[in-house]
């Protein structure tokens, strides 16, 4: 059981090669979702791993296993292992748990002041216009969602910029970019090692849109040059949305503008080979999970029991 629950509690470190390594070899649309499917599943696999050592650890205990109605405790592993897991367990997912609800809180009172600027700023259909001098544009999602765009940012732009950089938002807002955000976000809270899948979701995230906006302007060239002065006017620091509130200034833009700046690439080998090793990931992490708290149950069964030791 407890090597089991090794794989999803080591596959986390592996999170940078495989972003470094899959993530280019990619389309955009196919790296936003198997980057995000990657993440939650690294993430969901790290903390039912935790959760699986913590009941284990605590069932070798008298006490827990009295009240867990075991006729006798766990013998899954040597106390000097055992109480020392279950101790590094709660830190542990007590850690997690911090990060992910300040994440998460941080996020939503973000959301809430932004769409309180909203509420007075002049609109027309989605397009809500900010009057601040510093340049920003945003797809905040929402019932309905908006594409918020400061006068300052505006000022930046002529008239084909401000059209590619709008056809950007609505590609946000019509995907859903802000699931991925969010998901990517808070799933990556949860190991230190999974920060550059976060970076790497944003990058994907913003070459969809970017992709979605060349084709709706029909103009390569005029959406990297709208992305490259949108993200140079930009200051850093200076917007307050949510980090779910994609902008057409994330991301590492020269590499976003480069991609632009070429032919539409075409599906590839590699690009398979990519997204397989990805799932591939995903799959033994998940497994690794699910056979180590089956494995868990089962001897808490034996424990109570309810079933006989083979």
Not at 39 to 65: H, K
Not at 82 to 87: C, D, I, L, N, R
Not at 176 to 194: E, K, V
Request: aromatic residues 4%; positive net charge; glycine residues 8%.
């Amino acid at each position: 059981m407890i090597t089991a629950l090794i794989v999803p509690l080591l596959m986390p470190l592996a999170a940078p090669a495989l972003v470094r390594w899959a993530g280019p070899r990619q389309s955009p649309a196919a790296a936003m979702w198997a980057l995000t499917t990657t993440a939650c599943v690294l993430a969901v696999s790290w903390l039912a791993a935790l959760g699986g050592l913590l009941l284990a650890g605590a069932l070798t205990m008298s006490a827990p296993a009295h009240l867990g109605h075991l006729i006798r405790p766990l013998n899954v592993a040597p106390a000097v292992v055992a109480y020392p897991a279950t101790a590094l367990a709660v830190g542990t997912l007590f850690v997690c748990a911090c990060a992910v609800a300040r994440a998460a809180l941080r996020q939503l009172r973000q959301y809430r002041t932004a769409h309180a600027q909203l509420r007075n700023a002049p609109h027309a259909g989605d397009l809500s216009v900010l009057d601040s001098p510093e340049p920003d544009a945003y797809a905040l999602p929402g019932s309905p969602g908006r594409i918020v765009v400061t006068s300052g940012m505006l000022r930046t732009l002529d008239g084909p910029e401000r059209e590619a950089l709008l056809a950007h938002e609505r590609a946000h807002l019509a995907g859903r970019h802000h699931y991925f955000l969010a998901a990517g976000d808070l799933a990556t809270r949860c190991h230190p090692a999974m920060s550059g899948l976060r970076d790497a979701i944003g990058l994907a995230v913003e070459r969809v849109a970017d992709e979605a906006a060349a084709t709706a302007v029909g103009d390569r060239n005029l959406t990297a040059r709208a992305i490259g002065r949108a993200a140079l006017a930009k200051h850093a620091g200076s917007s307050t949305r949510p980090a779910f509130a994609a902008g057409a200034a994330g991301g590492p833009v020269p590499q976003r503008v480069k991609a632009l700046l070429q032919p539409a690439a075409t599906p590839r080998r590699p690009a398979v080979a990519a997204a397989s090793l990805l799932l591939a990931c995903s799959a033994v992490t998940g497994g690794g999970a699910a056979a180590g708290l089956v494995s868990l149950h089962h001897n808490v069964e034996i424990a109570q029991g309810e079933v006989q030791d083979d």
